[in-house]
């Protein structure tokens, strides 16, 4: 009789783009038990301006999941990433309509949590997402010139080199958030905005310690290109290193893409100060792998989530 495997649980920790991209690949794969632990500390645009308004945690990062984690694109899945424009109703200029109906259940049922739970089922969502706390938290920066930077949206602003990021208080992360990452086969960190994105997730002391202490295997899938303003000049190592830095432990397996980068869209890229993330060493404490990942249509550089689905489908076997 043929042995029934157990499914991997797989946890993707970060936020923004980058890591929905990761889940809309993952999602794809029937093996394995899906969770993401998304950042609450985004504090921009129409996310801060209602989280200022509603005192609840910031809720873009977990938009953009549960759209990518959406089983099949609806009508809904689509209304969840439009934005109002400018219009003689003031208060409406700029918001998230996915945004305003996070807010609204949240008031509506009392729990932020809940809210993500009702979203999620509506929209059958391929996976648990997690914010990794329910507090309002204030992402701070310590800059290379000693200078403090408070908040967010302000840190790539500064243009000066971070040097760790940090809380203005002592930030609890969401029980659900540690249960997973102590369950977990295999925890990916990334792709995104590296003192944004991801570290604002481990930061969070006691998730931090449970990350160190699970016996799964780590991945980090490094960005293509640097970050104007967060990571100018990083190579791949300087990435990890940060990582490691805050993390307080070790990284498996860092995943590079290794695409030939058309010469131009690095011109594009150029005028933003972006320049690609190079690897500078040969001797490596952890594993490199070095993968084809990237699609480049609308001249953009992006990762491609059926290349992660085909990249992990075989690493999940190993």
């Known amino acids: ?101 996070l807010s609204a259940l949240s008031e509506k049922t009392g729990s932020f949590m809940e809210a993500i739970l009702q979203i999620s089922s509506v929209l059958n969502v391929m996976g648990t997402i997690i914010p990794s706390t329910l507090e309002v938290v204030t992402l701070m920066a310590a800059m290379s010139d000693g200078v403090i930077v408070s908040g967010e949206s302000n840190i790539p602003i500064y243009q000066n080199r971070v040097q760790r990021v940090f809380y203005n208080h002592e930030v609890k992360a969401t029980r659900d958030a540690i249960r997973a990452v102590e369950a977990a086969d295999v925890i990916i960190l990334g792709i995104g905005s590296l003192y944004t994105s991801i570290l604002p997730n481990l930061i969070i002391e006691d998730l931090r310690k449970a990350l160190v202490a699970c016996k ?35 990284i498996d397996s860092v995943i590079v893409a290794n695409d030939p980068l058309p010469p131009e869209i690095l011109v594009r890229y150029e005028a933003e100060h972006a320049t690609p993330v190079l690897i500078r060493d040969k001797h490596h404490d952890y594993q490199l792998k070095k993968v084809s990942l990237l699609t480049f249509e609308n001249q953009l550089i992006r990762h491609d989530p059926n290349k992660i689905k085909r990249l992990f489908a075989r690493l999940l076997k190993e």
């Open 1 to 101: 009789m043929k042995k029934t495997e157990t499914k991997k649980n797989v946890v993707v920790i970060g936020g923004g783009h980058g890591q929905a991209t990761i889940l809309k690949g993952l999602k794809q794969l029937a093996d394995i038990d899906l969770t993401a632990i998304v950042t609450v500390a985004d504090d921009g645009g129409s996310t801060g301006r209602l989280r200022r308004r509603f005192h609840i945690p910031a809720m873009g990062d977990i938009r953009n999941v549960m759209i990518a984690l959406a089983k099949s694109e609806t009508l809904l899945s689509s209304l969840m990433d439009y934005r109002f424009s400018a219009s003689e109703e003031k208060e409406l200029d700029g918001h998230n309509l996915g945004n305003l109906m």
């Open 216 to 250: 799964a295997k780590k991945y980090y899938m490094c960005n293509v290109m640097t970050q104007s303003g967060e990571t100018d000049h990083y190579s791949v190592e300087d990435h990890v290193d940060a990582l490691i830095k805050h993390l307080g432990g070790d």
